[in-house]
């Protein structure tokens, strides 16, 4: 596939169709961070009534944690195999919305990573900058990577996607309804990098203020010191609480809580720099 003949060869200024109904130029915009509106995921509370009829019944996040985490497991087939299952039930693979996770926490161009990615791109319509090296002109080696791992079957045998969407409404529906993050619509998130220079658009390190374009999915830090030990450079954010898919405490895991990372959806960005 390439760019057909007149289209722009540069995929940092792509975007696509999305199922959020706000257009992704928007969404990637500074002008949406500064007035951000809701982010629904069309049909996904929709298709899944009975889940976020459990948790309106819920009257604290513990249990809400639990009720996410039980519907998942059923809905998913996500359990242990069940004592009398066959030779070929029990070895079965089924992705899961955690092992995804949980590469991404190890390392975010895994191929655990470019099916995020490729989530976002679908769902969102921003089209990523980065996979292990960044994604420049199209076609490239690098672009063949990442299409190969984003589509790899390993990942998308168990309707992965939509166990994402549901992630992504469930976090939404956490924040809303419990705060863990506070009454927004913003949260002050910082990041660390030592090599941010090739996503500035505009203003620069020196004046200590630039805006740059994030990846179309990014980690932050809930602290400028846990972000400092990602990097020496440490960048200050507002984050729309709307382009969250996950933070601390919302999954009743403790492996995806060890860096307190929070994933949000990228863009364009303001931020504050400083260096550690």
């Given amino acids: 596939m390439t760019a057909p003949e007149g289209h722009d060869p540069h995929p940092e200024r792509w975007y696509t169709t999305n199922l ?47 009720v996410f985490q039980h519907y998942m497991s059923l809905g998913f087939g996500l359990g242990a ?36 990615k490729g989530w976002v791109e679908s769902r969102f319509g921003l089209v990523p900058t980065y996979h292990r090296e960044p994604l420049a002109r199209y076609p490239s080696p690098a672009w063949m990577r990442y299409l190969e791992e984003k589509a790899g079957s390993r990942f998308h045998n168990n309707c992965i996607w939509q166990q994402l969407d549901l992630v992504f ?10 705060e863990p993050m506070g009454a927004g619509p913003h949260v002050t998130l910082w990041r660390g990098s030592s090599n941010v220079e090739e996503q500035i658009v505009a203003g620069s390190l020196r004046e200590r203020r630039c805006t740059v374009r994030l990846n179309n999915i990014v980690s932050f830090s809930r602290s400028r010191e846990q972000a400092g030990c990602f990097g020496d450079w440490v960048f200050e954010a507002r984050v729309p609480l709307c382009k ?33």
């Avoid at 809580?257 to 550690?276: D, F, R, T, W």
């Fill in 20 to 66: 959020v109904g706000i257009p992704a130029p928007v969404l990637a915009s500074l002008a949406f961070n500064t007035h951000p509106q809701p982010l629904r995921i069309a049909g996904a509370r929709e298709t899944q009534p009975g889940l976020f009829a459990l948790l309106g019944r819920c009257p604290d996040a513990e249990q809400a944690r639990e």
């Fill in 81 to 116: 195999p069940a004592a009398d299952a066959g030779e070929a039930e029990r070895h079965r693979w089924r992705t899961s919305y955690l092992k995804l996770m949980q590469g991404w926490v190890l390392d975010s161009n895994s191929p655990a990573g470019a099916v995020l």
């Fill in 169 to 178: 409404e469930y976090c939404q529906w956490m924040l809303a309804r419990f």
């Fill in 244 to 276: 969250l898919l996950l933070v601390p405490g919302v999954l009743s895991t403790r492996s995806l809580q060890a860096e307190g990372e929070v994933l949000a959806i990228g863009g364009l960005y303001e931020l504050k720099v400083s260096y550690e």
